[in-house]
Every structure is written in C-alpha cells, then in structure tokens.
C-alpha cells in the first residue's frame, strides 16, 4: 500500500528543459563550449555541477553559478503540466502524504518556485545541499524518508521521476518507482520501471490499486 509519494521536480512536476536548456547552453558558452541541447538533456536528472563537468566546463562552478543567475531569467520557459494541481488534490483525499527530492539548491529552488505557488506549498522537500551523494545514489530519497517519513516502511513508498537517473536513485533506495511519461525522454528506456504513467492523473489509480 504507497502510503508516501514522493516526487522529481524538473520534468515531473514542472516543465524546466527549455529553460535548462536554455540557461546551461549560455553559461558554457561564456567559457567557449558549445554543446548541443540533446547532450544536456541525456543529463537532466543529476546536480547541475556534475552537469557541467561532463559537458566539459573548464570551471564548472563558474558555469553553474551563471547557469543559476541566467535561469531566473528563462523562468516564463518554464511551465505546470497540466493535471499536476488535481493530482495532488486527489493524493490528498486518498490521505497520501507526499514530497519533493530534488537536484536543485535549496536557494535556486526557493527563487523559482515563487512563480509556481502550489510547488512553493509542498514543505517536505530534500535539496541537493542535503546530502553529499546525489541521484543515481540513494542518498536524497533515504535521507528524505528518514527526515520526513521516519517511521514509513519502504514498500509503502513511491518515487515518480522522469530519468534513468531518478529510477536508479529510487531502485537503490529499495523503494519503487514510476515514471512520469509525460516529461521522460522518450528514447530512455524505463523497462524496470514498477509504473510508466502517461498522464498525472494514472497515479492515482495506482495507489487506489496498491490499497486492494
């Protein structure tokens, strides 16, 4: 029975890959790198610093620090999907407790989600500064159940994420993991996947089921 779900931000809950995109092409390039926005996307789902080392950033804090500073002004790139509103009113009625682990610094996340109020409510929220090891590891899902969730058994737990990086993370993790097929890239392959939801809405269905 999930009695917690707990969520991806980018691509999961908010469309950021235009904005991302956007963002990290620009801050490469001030140091003369120039990629294509399919590698930065292959990427999506890790810190941005290990991002932009992998993209061959000379100095990836310099990149990340203007990759961090140009997002704030992509933010009209950035948009809800649509049925993310009536789905956590559907978690609430089916008294399902739910939270955010996430890539972002809790900073970057605290100055976008002013754009997007019913994110911006969500108070149980694990940020990359929370831990040292980061997605594809367990860390930030083991540590934002044992902040948040301390006494939930792992089975009754679900993590909904977008990358092959989010299903690794919650695989580790020991819990299970459905895959938001509305942001995912479509090419990645999400076969292990526990659940492949297409639109916000199936998981509901899903926890109903879980209940039987």
Known sequence: MYKVVLFDLDNTLLKTEDASVAALSYALKQDGVTVTPEAIISLMGIPGLEMAKQLGAPNPEKTIAIFNEQIGKEVDLIKPYDGIGAMFTGLHELDVEYGIVTSKLKRVFDDEMKHFPKIQQIKRVVFSDDTQKHKPNPDP????????????DLK???YVGDSLFDMQAAHA?????ANAGWGAIPTNDFSEAEYVLQKPEQLLDIVQRSRK
């Open 173 to 177: 993790a020991g819990v299970d993991f």
């Open 156 to 158: 009754d737990v679900l």
């Open 141 to 152: 899902i083991l540590f934002g159940i044992k902040k948040y969730f301390a006494e939930m």
